[in-house]
């Protein structure tokens, strides 16, 4: 004789699931800005630490181009233009 009593459970389950669509705030090395303005310029703009700016400047200048930030587009756009406005090359992508 079997005791044991199986239970089965079916649960629909909703998977609600939101997509955003991220984009990257390229920023573009030139000959004109310095060192300290574009790290002021990340620090001001898109809220880094010195030490992430200082890291992002670099990779600026040595490989021509660096991701300063990621998110959605309306914020990105409103940080390239004031990057664009303090002399900076810079593409929301």
Same mark, same amino acid.
């Given at each position: 004789?079997?005791?044991? $009593?199986?239970?089965?459970?079916?649960?629909?389950?909703?998977?609600?699931?939101? $997509?955003? &669509?991220?984009?990257?705030?390229?920023?573009?090395? &030139?000959?004109?800005?310095?060192? &300290?303005?574009?790290?002021?310029?990340?620090? &001001?703009?898109?809220?880094?630490?010195?030490?992430?700016?200082?890291?992002?400047?670099?990779?600026?200048?040595?490989?021509?181009?660096?991701?300063?930030?990621?998110?959605?587009?309306?914020?990105?756009?409103?940080?390239?233009?004031?990057?664009?406005?303090?002399?900076?090359?810079?593409?929301?992508?």
């Amino acid at each position: 004789m079997n005791t044991a $009593t199986e239970i089965q459970y079916e649960d629909d389950v909703l998977l609600l699931e939101e $997509t955003t &669509d991220v984009r990257n705030l390229v920023v573009y090395n &030139d000959d004109v800005n310095t060192f &300290d303005h574009v790290i002021e310029t990340l620090i &001001d703009v898109c809220n880094h630490t010195s030490e992430q700016a200082e890291q992002c400047t670099l990779l600026i200048h040595y490989k021509g181009k660096c991701v300063v930030k990621m998110g959605e587009f309306e914020a990105l756009a409103g940080m390239c233009t004031a990057i664009h406005d303090r002399g900076i090359s810079a593409d929301v992508v």
